[in-house]
Structures are given as structure tokens and as C-alpha cells.
């Protein structure tokens, strides 16, 4: 018996050898490309929290190790599929000739001859063609396969390779499907349950036919017992076993456009065919409660929402459309539109920079600059306002005047430093003081640029991919954050104290959360396109909408304004507000008469709280030295005042402020 055993051996490794001179003349891959048994693995994307987002792939699988298999899934495809798997060469002439009796005995095709290292050459390097080069290619590639790997590797192989039915390859991610587990997990039941699918994916699913899957787990388990794999009495009590599906869901693609953006970075980077068959693990910034709550905000409306955090460029959430199904044009990227009055901040930040304060007086009445004669949104005019009135306004005439003072050309320098890419030499006119640009701009651009706002004057760099792992958890790349400092951090702050107002008593009151928070509305000509960029010192969240066919939406920047307030409604509701940094040079809280530009007094008919740099703050006409220090005095400066300072402006100590 031995001796037989020997040369049978030798024969399969003479065979095995010579085959290699037939691989021309038939057709097949190299050796080499059989070396380590690579598959097609479904590459993972997990949000900020380490939650799985969704996998990129063609075929949906899970590579898992064969000692992360239950052994009774191994072992229930043996007795199912390949009775002598370890015993026969990698073809079974036992097995054929057995097959061929069958066949005959029942006249028709009953049983096949393949053996599993049969089945696992025809599924990785073949087609399922049914002709005779095809089956004499397969019988070569086993015997190869056989001579050149282990019984283990093999079954290892092919177990997650196999198609198990429901989108699933792999016994992983049938598992998973099917029973909401693991595959180590798997009981004897299942396992069998799930070994009888190979055979027929959708005649024994269990979601399709429950009595079909129950009869074709009965005779896995029979053929588990035939085999000495267990005993009878486990055979039996398994086939009583209830089957308790996980559910089957339809597959709910989240953060589409953003696993696009992922998916195209690192198509960049590594190649489609590693992305989609090469099982990544890909860890992001994205947050899914804010992307969740971005979804919904959006709703029906056409248009787009990017969250980041200012202080990392983390993308936190990203909506490129209202229906992914429908238009898989990200939004966020593809749509470049007039901004409105959403592009003011960089013209009164470029006002700031010059040394205007935001107590500047600005005449609102009606102006013709060469036959250019613009109009604020409501017709009206206000005569004397302060800058930060006219930017808690957006009025229309005191931002022309500002930029034909300011000089149009310092301040799209200043939004082309802070990453408007999109401006060209014809937008150094006023009109681009109203946001009105010869292309326009994007909302990744737009949003990317306040971040520097609630963040210092520093700018950073949005970031989608913090880390990548290949197959064997080896780490590919980690990214680091990138910023620039592109503002003064007064001219940050003020502004922010500025745009702050926007939210308590100017355009976009709907966003008024009750904690510290800034932000500039948009409204462009005939309602085509209604912009909010809102932020909090943690988050800045850009939002437009505006139909592809650039027909008029209806809306304005102020009710989509309310959109923002209900999106970070959510995001900020278990969080404590914290406050914007003031720099150590800057007073806050100056109470401002905003038709004189000078400090409120009991004939003032209307008051704003503003921010300077200090020195920069009015000082009342025939203030005397007492006064005057006491005015110095208010301002914090032991470190029991510098935590003062950061209380939010309502909560200021204003009865301090001397009488006048």
C-alpha cells in the first residue's frame, strides 16, 4: 500500500512539473502569479470613530486567515464538496469515475467530478466557460496548485473566494450576511447551512427559499456524519436547529460622494485595482452623526453641505447632492457659482488689514461710480452705519464704497492667499465686492477659507484620509495636518466679532444657536443660488442651494441660514459652547452707537459691542485721565480677568463702563 502511495506521488510530481512546458501552448498564467494565492478583497473605510462606513469593491469580500474560520464550516465543505480533499492530488479519479457511475445510473448530470482545488483554479484564473480546453486548463492548474501549496493554504483559498449567494464572496462576508457574525463565530448549524450554498446560491438562500435551505442543510450534515466529522446525534440536533437570520437589508451606501472622494484619492495614489480589489483598510476624518445630520439638512433641495474642523481641516461631512442615485456630480467640488454676499468677509478682512476698526462710519445712500449704481437687497438706505453694521446687514452700497477704498485688487489677493482659486484679472471691479465674479467659486474653496476665520487667521488644509493599512495591516500612509497662517489673529478675531453679529440681530438670525458662532449669509441675483458659511470655534459648515439648471431656488442665504442652525443644532447638542480665542492684544465688549461710531451714550438710538485692537477703541471726546484709566482697567489682565474675558460678550460686566 505504501509503495502504490509513493508512486502515485511521484507520477503527480513529474506531471506537475512537465505541465509548466504545456503553459504557452495553453494559454494559462504563470506560475509566479499562483505564489501567494492573492484575492479579491473588498477595501474598508471607517469614519473618525473607528464605525466601518461602507467597502469599496467589485466583489464583496473579506480575506480572512483559515484559523479565523469556524472548523465546522471547513469542515462541512469538505464532506459537501471534496470527500478526499486530502487524499487526492489536487483531480480525484476516484471522485471522476464515481461521478461518471452516477451520471450514468440517474441519465443526466447529477454530480460533478471537480475537486475544490479544482473549483478554486477555475473561479481565480479562469472563465466559467463549459468547454473541453477549458476543463483539461483547470485539471493542470490543480495539479500545479496541489504540487505548489499546502491542503491548508488551498481550503483557505478557496474559502474565501467561493460565491455564497446575496453579493457575498468569502465565508467572512457570507457570515455576515447571513447571520450578523463572524466566521469563526459560526455554529455547526450554520456552517452547514452556509456550506450547502456553493451548489446553488439562490435555490438554497434562505432569504429566497427557507424550506430549500433547511432540506440542503439536512443533507450537509448527513454527508458531515458519513465522513466521521460528527457524530450522528450532533447531526440530528443540528438539523432542528432554528436558522436565525441577521436580516437582509438592502445596501445603504452612506456618505456616497465622500467614499467617492476617498475612493479617487486613493485611486491617485495606489491605483484603482488595489483600491477595489486589494482590501485597505482606510481610516477618515469623516464624522457619520454630522454627515447624518448634513444628509438630512440638505433633504430634497438641491445643493451642497462641507463641514470641517477649523483647527485640523478635518472633512467632517460632505453631501454633494441630494440624491446620489440620481446624480453622482459632487457638488461640493463641480459646481462653481456666484458667491453673493458670502465673499464680503474677505472684502472687510482686507479692510482690517489696512487699520479700518469695525466703529469705521460708512455712508449708506445712494451712489452712481461711473454708471454703476448698486443696490442693498431690501432698497432701502441707512445714511451712517459702522462697518460692522454694514457687514451684520450686508448692505450692498457701504461694501462698494469699502472696496473703492480698500482697492478692489488687495482684497482678491487676500482671497486668493486664503485659496480662491477661481478669480481672474476681470474680477478687480466693485461688482466683486457684492460677490459678483466672473466664474465664481466652489463651496470647498469657500468653506476651506473660514477656517481661518474661526481658527486664528490660520488656514487649514482639508483632510479626508488619516490612515491607510494594506491586507496584512501595514501601515501605507498617514497623513499629517497642513496650515497657513494667512491672517493677522486680530484681524481673525475682529472679524469673527463681526460676523458674529450676522447671527444675533442681522441676516442670518435663524442661525442664532445661543453659544458663541459666526457666519456670512448669500443671496445671488433672481434667488439662483442662497449660500449660509456658518462656524463655531470646533466647526465650520458651508451650505448652498442652488438647482443644476440654475433656476431660480426661492430662497435666500437667511432661510438657509435656518438649514445650518438645524444641522449644528445637532452636532453641538451634547458638547459645552466654547469661545473663539481672543488674542492678548485685543479689547471686547466696547459698546459702539452704530450711526456715529462712537462709544454709546444714553442718546445713542442703537448700540453694537465691538472688538479692537487695543488703543484702536474710541475714547469719548472729553473723557478725562480717570476715566480713561478706567476704561484701560476693564479690560483683563490678571489671570482670574483673562478667564473673565472668555465668557461670551451677553456676559461682559458692563455696569464697569463709566457713565458719560
Request: charged share 20%; proline share 5%; glycine share 8%.
Amino acid at each position: 500500500m505504501k509503495k502504490n502511495s509513493i508512486k502515485v506521488t511521484v507520477l503527480a510530481l513529474l506531471f506537475a512539473m512537465s505541465v509548466n512546458t504545456c503553459f504557452a501552448f495553453l494559454g494559462l498564467p504563470g506560475t509566479d502569479s499562483l505564489n501567494d494565492l492573492n484575492l479579491v478583497s473588498a477595501t474598508q473605510v471607517f469614519d473618525i470613530n473607528g464605525q466601518l462606513i461602507s467597502k469599496l469593491f467589485e466583489e464583496n469580500r473579506i480575506v480572512v486567515n483559515i484559523n479565523s474560520m469556524s472548523p465546522y464550516v471547513q469542515q462541512a465543505i469538505i464532506a459537501n464538496e471534496d470527500t478526499r480533499f486530502y487524499n487526492h492530488f489536487g483531480i480525484d479519479p476516484i471522485g471522476i469515475i464515481r461521478a461518471i457511475v452516477v451520471n450514468i445510473r440517474q441519465g443526466g448530470l447529477v454530480e460533478g467530478g471537480s475537486t475544490i482545488t479544482q473549483q478554486l483554479a477555475k473561479n481565480m484564473f479562469l472563465t466559467q466557460e463549459r468547454t473541453f480546453m477549458r476543463k483539461v486548463k483547470e485539471a493542470v492548474l490543480a495539479l500545479i496548485l496541489d504540487y505548489k501549496f499546502s491542503k491548508q493554504e488551498i481550503l483557505q483559498a478557496y474559502l474565501n473566494q467561493v460565491y455564497f449567494g446575496e453579493g457575498t464572496y468569502g465565508v467572512e462576508a457570507a457570515a455576515q450576511m447571513y447571520f450578523g457574525k463572524h466566521a469563526n463565530e459560526l455554529t455547526l448549524a450554520e456552517s452547514a447551512m452556509l456550506a450547502g450554498l456553493p451548489r446553488g446560491p439562490n435555490i438554497y438562500s434562505p432569504y429566497n427559499d427557507m424550506k430549500a435551505a433547511i432540506e440542503r442543510r439536512a443533507v450537509v450534515l448527513g454527508s458531515m456524519a458519513k465522513e466521521g466529522y460528527i457524530t450522528k446525534q450532533e447531526a440530528e440536533r443540528a438539523k432542528v436547529e432554528p436558522i436565525k437570520l441577521a436580516g437582509k437589508k438592502k445596501r445603504v451606501v452612506q456618505a456616497s460622494y465622500f467614499l467617492d472622494y476617498v475612493a479617487k484619492e486613493l485611486g491617485d495614489r495606489y491605483g484603482e485595482n488595489r483600491v477595489y480589489k486589494g482590501g485597505l483598510k482606510v481610516y477618515t476624518t469623516l464624522d457619520i452623526m454630522q454627515q447624518q445630520a448634513a444628509e438630512a439638512v440638505l433633504g430634497q433641495r438641491q445643493g451642497a453641505v462641507l463641514a470641517l474642523d477649523p483647527k485640523t481641516g478635518y472633512v467632517k461631512a460632505m453631501v454633494g447632492g441630494r440624491n446620489y442615485e440620481e446624480s453622482q456630480i459632487n457638488r461640493v467640488f463641480a459646481e462653481i457659482r456666484q458667491p453673493g454676499s458670502a465673499f464680503k468677509p474677505f472684502l472687510y478682512a482686507a479692510a482690517l488689514n489696512q487699520g479700518l476698526t469695525a466703529n469705521a462710519i460708512i455712508i449708506d445712500q445712494p451712489i452712481n461710480i461711473n454708471g454703476y449704481s448698486p443696490l442693498n437687497y431690501d432698497k432701502k438706505n441707512r445714511g451712517p452705519i459702522t462697518m460692522k453694521k454694514a457687514l451684520r446687514w450686508s448692505v450692498n452700497i457701504a461694501a462698494v464704497k469699502l472696496g473703492q477704498q480698500v482697492g478692489m485688487d488687495q482684497v482678491l489677493n487676500l482671497a486668493k492667499t486664503m485659496g480662491i482659486t477661481t478669480l481672474t484679472p476681470e474680477d478687480n471691479n466693485l461688482a466683486a465686492a457684492l460677490g459678483g465674479l466672473t466664474q465664481g467659486t466652489n463651496l470647498w474653496e469657500l468653506t476651506t477659507a473660514y477656517t481661518a476665520f474661526a481658527n486664528s487667521g490660520v488656514l487649514s488644509k482639508p483632510l479626508a484620509i488619516v490612515k491607510v493599512l494594506d491586507e496584512n495591516n501595514q501601515v501605507l500612509e498617514e497623513n499629517r495636518i497642513e496650515q497657513q497662517s494667512v491672517l493677522k489673529p486680530e484681524t481673525a478675531y475682529i472679524l469673527t466679532d463681526m460676523l458674529s453679529g450676522v447671527l444675533q440681530d442681522g441676516t442670518a438670525t435663524p442661525a442664532n444657536l445661543g453659544r458663541p458662532a459666526a457666519g456670512k449669509t448669500g443671496t445671488t441675483d433672481n434667488y439662483e443660488t442662497a449660500w449660509f458659511i456658518g462656524y463655531t470655534p470646533d466647526i465650520v459648515v458651508g451650505i448652498y442651494v442652488g438647482n443644476d439648471n440654475r433656476k431660480p431656488v426661492g430662497i435666500s442665504g437667511t432661510e438657509v441660514s435656518a438649514l445650518w442652525g438645524e444641522m449644528l443644532s445637532k452636532i453641538v447638542a451634547n458638547t459645552p459652547p466654547t469661545d473663539f480665542t481672543i488674542p492678548p492684544n485685543v479689547v471686547v465688549g466696547i459698546p459702539i452707537c452704530t450711526s456715529t461710531g462712537k462709544l454709546a451714550d444714553s442718546g445713542c438710538t442703537e448700540t453694537e459691542y465691538s472688538a479692537f485692537i487695543q488703543g484702536t477703541q474710541p475714547i469719548a471726546p472729553r473723557v478725562n485721565n480717570r476715566i480713561k484709566q478706567s476704561l484701560d482697567e476693564m479690560q483683563p489682565q490678571s489671570p482670574e480677568q483673562q478667564e473673565q474675558k472668555k465668557q461670551p460678550f451677553w456676559k461682559w460686566p458692563w455696569s464697569r463702563l463709566p457713565s458719560f
